[in-house]
């Protein structure tokens, strides 16, 4: 079980944001460096649209590569959960939310990779209330606006991403 700062990832998710992490500090970082030094030597960077567009790609780079630093290293990997009915990390469950029926992913968005599932963490509100409850549970939980939301867990099963 992960702690309040570790992230749960399976050994797949794990594994690919390790490679895009590997590709971001090397190919990709030297890419966009040689992008930069080309629009530099083109001459007035104030109006060097090019040079603009790549150190703000490089920002973006970095700051994404800071994150995927702290992900990997708060990252408690492990096998995905049983296919038991218990809602825990590593989910696809349906609900019934305030009356209207959703599918969803319950733990880390980079669980998801590219999945067009949305993603609730075990931090949300939504997270927290379901976290450990079972499928044909009915609870509520408090939005973060203060409104009590009904909820029935309809089904859980472990993503297969």
Request: overall charge negative; proline content about 4%; glycine content about 10%.
């Amino acid at each position: 079980m992960a702690t309040e700062s570790e992230v749960w990832l399976t050994q797949e998710a794990y594994d690919r944001l390790k490679a895009e992490l590997e590709n971001r500090t090397g190919p990709l970082r030297a890419e966009i460096v040689e992008r930069i030094e080309q629009a530099r030597s083109e001459g007035d960077l104030k109006e060097n649209g090019g040079y603009h567009a790549a150190r703000e790609e490089q920002g973006k780079n970095e700051g994404r590569i800071v994150y995927l630093k702290q992900m990997l290293e708060r990252a408690q990997v492990g096998e995905a959960p049983a296919d038991d009915g218990i809602i825990e990390p590593g989910m696809v469950v349906e609900a019934t939310i305030n009356g209207a029926e959703q599918k969803f992913l319950f733990g880390s968005r980079e669980l998801a990779g590219d999945s067009d599932l949305d993603v609730f963490s075990e931090k949300s509100a939504l997270g927290a209330a379901i976290h450990g409850k079972s499928v044909g549970e009915k609870i509520t939980y408090t939005a973060p606006n203060g409104n009590e939301i009904p909820v029935e867990l309809l089904s859980a099963h472990p993503f297969k991403g």
